[in-house]
């Protein structure tokens, strides 16, 4: 019964491979995000989409490639990897109610280590 | 633009005793806020939340009220466990976007 949902939960790769991260969610939510927590625990929101359309950008790098297949998934491409993009990626879905109040639920994050 | 300021941790506790670790914002409009909680090795899970001013949001014995005069919401328990043990971050959403702007996150270890 695991509302949001990350594979792989740990990822060792070398500079300049390409990799991904898919996220699923089963919670019926039309909003799917990424964030990037760093090392000092910092959170970042990355991306956001919206009925599969990307809403937000927030001046990553054109290197990560969100992709959303339907409403249920977001995945994460990222080319060409770098030492600074290891970290914890975590996945989130919420309803936009219209209210403007996005309680957003989290997946269990997936280690990115960069050697 | 719009951010969150919390307290710096670590905050070191013994079992039983109070909690309040500050959380002050600046947004403009009126944000829903947001505490949110990372267990070790673990996602976060939503604690609580308080969508206009004056709302308390509870849960698990924690609270904290949206305070608009002094833009705070800090999150408050009267009597810890070393369950509580985590990391804590307060997060603003801008009403009416789809994001969620956290604070740096604070520490807190409970002992026996």
């Known amino acids: 019964d695991t509302a949001v949902s990350q594979t792989p939960k740990y990822l060792v790769t070398q500079m300049g491979n390409d990799k991904s991260i898919k996220c699923e969610q089963n919670?019926?939510?039309?909003?799917m995000y990424w964030y990037k927590q760093d090392s000092k625990k910092f959170l970042k929101i990355m991306f956001s989409y919206n009925n599969k359309e990307l809403i937000i950008n927030e001046t990553v790098p054109n290197r990560f490639s969100p992709k959303s297949p339907d409403k249920a998934h977001l995945n994460l491409h990222i080319n060409s990897l770098e030492l600074g993009d290891s970290a914890v990626y975590f996945c989130?879905?919420?309803?936009?109610?219209?209210?403007?109040?996005?309680?957003?639920?989290f997946g269990p994050g997936t280690r990115l280590t960069v050697t | 633009g719009d951010s969150v300021t919390q307290m710096e941790g670590p905050v070191t506790l013994s079992e039983e005793a109070f909690l309040t670790i500050n959380c002050t914002y600046t947004?403009?409009?009126?944000?829903?806020l947001f505490w949110y909680v990372q267990y070790p090795g673990e996602g976060l899970q939503l604690l609580l939340k308080?969508?206009?001013?004056?709302d308390k949001g509870s849960n698990k014995g924690f609270e904290a009220t949206y305070r608009k005069e002094t833009t705070s919401f800090h999150l408050e328990k009267g009597s810890v466990q070393v369950s509580d043990s985590a990391v804590y971050f307060c997060?603003?959403?801008?009403?009416?976007?789809?994001?969620?702007?956290f604070g740096a996150g604070t520490r807190l270890a409970v002992h026996p």
């Open positions: 308080a969508t206009k001013a004056d």
């Open positions: 947004a403009t409009g009126y944000p829903s």
């Open positions: 997060a603003l959403s801008p009403r009416g976007y789809n994001k969620l702007i």
């Open positions: 989130a879905s919420s309803h936009s109610t219209g209210t403007g109040v996005y309680e957003q639920y």
């Open positions: 919670l019926g939510h039309d909003t």
